[in-house]
């Protein structure tokens, strides 16, 4: 593809999931696999559960002593034992007998049954030595959970690719998995890149602003999972880009860059990225953000993102949080998109490209979704995307948007995994 092409957003997109492969695995204590990516199959080292258990709190019976109970007719046993959770009961049961047992507590031999405690009646505390007094006939098996029921020994009980939550790592846990190999976070160092930058302690002089890309750059990183290295701001010159580029390269596993992304006479970051390695895609049919090349370096990913904060941001949402993703294995890619009834008028004033605007997504009382601009919708602002929700597309083509007419909102608080 020649790289000056004006692309679409989808196509920018596909380019980075296509170029970006997940990358080092590691192995990590359970609780620290939450939400993350397995890289190998994993398997049980035992039957779980080991041995057939009660579902319920009741008493452990013979089915067939119980064929013709009935409320007019109840059948007497005699409780021979009792089975709390973390013991068992030797003898084989026999007809006539039963035995008090707990949730949890292994299935007598000889038993093939449990009826729950509030369907019964008893003389005394219901223990040994007591009659207990059935109504009804009892379906084999009921109230049993069976040996291996969750997981067979040496059976794989989560897959490669799997995302785990915590209900999964209990099933890790109870098949004897307590570290999981999973792919790692990836370190994304950035670098900062003009002339005009103070540190966003300073009180910036005149022609001076503070830094604040540094920051949010690396909310949005550690928000997709990677690990921000921070390098030091670098003014507009190609020697010292390059030098700062190289280095964050050899000690990172990706780079983001923001100023110097477009064809000014000072914009010299998307350059020396065609220097270092391979240029993918400059130029996207986007507003905002339309010159926002990605690359790639001796195999590792680098997006070269606008200095405005506005299209920086857009940026990160778009690509430098799906490349993440991508290196961590994740292939649920796409954050949850849903339709809505604009509540205000949206003007494109000539403007063909597909536009991502700051929004609100608020549902009504019958379940259907609006949608409403949030604020000043420049590039160069934060403020307006800290109160949003979603970026309502406005589609390629010259077309306005009226209220009342329906468009897609792309929500960018909810998750990928959400749906």
């Given at each position: 593809m020649d790289i000056s092409t004006v692309i679409s957003l989808e196509e920018a997109r596909a380019i980075v999931a296509e170029k970006v492969k997940p990358g080092r695995v590691e192995t990590v204590p359970l609780v620290q696999a939450i939400g993350?990516?397995?890289?190998?199959?994993?398997?049980?080292?035992?039957?779980?559960?080991?041995?057939?258990?009660?579902?319920?709190?009741?008493?452990?019976?013979?089915?067939?002593?119980?064929?013709a109970a009935s409320t007019e007719d109840s059948v007497q046993l005699e409780c021979v034992g009792y089975i709390g959770a973390g013991s068992c009961y030797e003898p084989t049961l026999q007809p006539g007998q039963c035995v008090r047992i707990m949730t949890g507590a292994p299935v007598p031999a000889g038993a093939n049954a449990v009826e729950k405690i509030e369907a019964v009646t008893f003389t005394g505390e219901g223990l040994v030595g007591d009659t207990i007094s059935f109504t009804a006939p009892i379906k084999l098996g009921r109230n049993i959970r069976k040996a291996g029921e969750e997981a067979k020994a040496g059976e794989v009980v989560l897959p490669a690719g799997t995302v785990i939550n915590p209900a999964g790592a209990?099933?890790?846990?109870?098949?004897?998995?307590?570290e999981v190999p999973v792919y790692a976070r990836p370190?994304?160092?950035?670098?900062?890149?003009?002339?005009?930058?103070v540190d966003a302690a300073e009180v910036p002089g005149p022609g001076m602003i503070r830094d604040s890309n540094r920051y949010s750059v690396a909310a949005y990183i550690q928000a997709a999972g990677g690990i921000p290295r921070l390098y030091a701001r670098v003014p507009d010159d190609a020697e010292a880009i390059q030098a700062a580029m190289e280095t964050a390269l050899a000690e990172c596993d990706a780079l983001v860059t923001t100023g110097g992304a477009c064809a000014g006479d000072f914009d010299l970051t998307g350059i020396?990225?065609?220097?270092?390695?391979?240029?993918?895609?400059v130029r996207v049919n986007l507003k905002p953000g339309k010159s926002q090349p990605f690359g790639t370096v001796d195999g590792k990913p680098v997006f070269v993102l606008s200095g405005n904060p506005g299209a920086s941001a857009v940026g990160c949402e778009m690509y430098v949080r799906l490349g993440i993703r991508c290196m961590q294995g994740y292939t649920k890619l796409d954050r949850p998109r849903i339709k809505a009834t604009l509540t205000c008028d949206i003007k494109k004033k000539g403007d063909t490209r597909m536009i991502l605007q700051r929004g609100v997504v608020s549902q009504r009382e019958d379940g259907s979704w609006e949608a409403v601009l949030m604020g000043n919708q420049s590039s160069g602002l934060y403020g307006s995307l800290q109160r949003s929700n979603c970026l309502i597309v406005v589609p390629t083509g010259n077309a306005d948007l009226a209220t009342g007419d329906q468009v897609e909102c792309l929500l960018t608080l909810v998750s990928e995994e959400a749906l």
């Open positions: 993350r990516v397995l890289a190998a199959d994993v398997t049980s080292d035992i039957d779980v559960a080991p041995f057939d258990d009660s579902a319920m709190d009741g008493f452990a019976v013979v089915a067939a002593d119980l064929e209990g099933l890790l846990a109870s098949t004897g998995n307590l370190v994304v160092g950035f670098v900062g890149i003009g002339s005009e930058l020396t990225l065609e220097k270092l390695g391979e240029i993918h895609f």
